[in-house]
């Protein structure tokens, strides 16, 4: 079981805001774990969003917003799109070259 | 332009072994991490170990550690991920990443799919 959390599915309408997050099973995320978001659709390799909790990957729209939502980090999707369907991944550095994947969030856009 | 191009498919038998790569271009190979990503089918994404070319450091997940190998030939900008005897539970997508200057994956490889089954 991954010790890195996210909600296994969500739904949002066109056009809605939805924000996913992603937590420890044990203690709080910061701004340390240098949290990242990442991006899949099936078939494709992953995409990078977000990096270092907030900041944008070139060419990414900015309806993606990363932040730290009480004790967890929160990928915002403002505006969602058709083609915002996908699963999503945040991934935190733990330290010492070691990193952990969550299990992914299948979003829903209908 | 950063790129991570990853070997061939692979179909393999149980207990073979295989060796897949991930050769990088476009930037200094020996001053980033990669990492290598397993994806089993219809599953998420799980770091396996990284590697970094300057030196060789070497880390690897828990679940990883014993049952896979990653190096690196520094000399020809290419990283590896082997097996030693396969199972079919190896079966799996796996990507190469380099792991870039805010601890995160940057750039990524298009993934190597590697099959066993007798």
């Known amino acids: 079981q991954t010790a890195v959390t996210q909600e296994p599915s969500f739904s949002v309408s066109p056009g809605g805001t939805v924000t996913l997050t992603c937590g420890l099973r044990s203690g709080s995320v910061s701004t340390s774990y240098y949290p990242s978001w990442y991006q899949q659709t099936p078939g494709q390799a992953p995409r990078t969003l977000i990096y270092s909790t907030n900041t944008r990957s070139s060419g990414v729209p900015d309806r993606f917003s990363g932040s730290i939502l009480g004790n967890k980090v929160a990928l915002t999707i403002t505006g969602a799109q058709a083609d915002d369907e996908s699963d999503y991944y945040c991934v935190l550095y733990m330290g010492s070259g070691i990193s952990a994947f969550g299990g992914g969030t299948k979003l829903t856009v209908l | 332009e950063v790129q991570l191009v990853q070997s061939g498919a692979e179909v393999k038998k149980p207990g073979e072994s295989l060796k897949i790569s991930c050769k990088g271009s476009g930037y200094s190979f020996t001053s980033y991490w990669i990492g290598w990503v397993r994806q089993m089918p219809g599953k998420g994404l799980e770091w396996m170990g990284s590697i970094y070319p300057g030196d060789s450091d070497t880390r690897y997940s828990p679940s990883f550690q014993g049952q896979v190998t990653i190096s690196a030939d520094k000399s020809i900008s290419t990283a590896y991920l082997q097996w030693s005897s396969l199972k079919a539970s190896d079966t799996a997508m796996y990507y190469c990443?380099?792991?870039?200057?805010?601890?995160?994956?940057?750039?990524w490889g298009q993934g190597t799919l590697v099959t066993v089954s007798s």
């Open positions: 990443a380099r792991r870039g200057a805010w601890d995160h994956f940057d750039y």
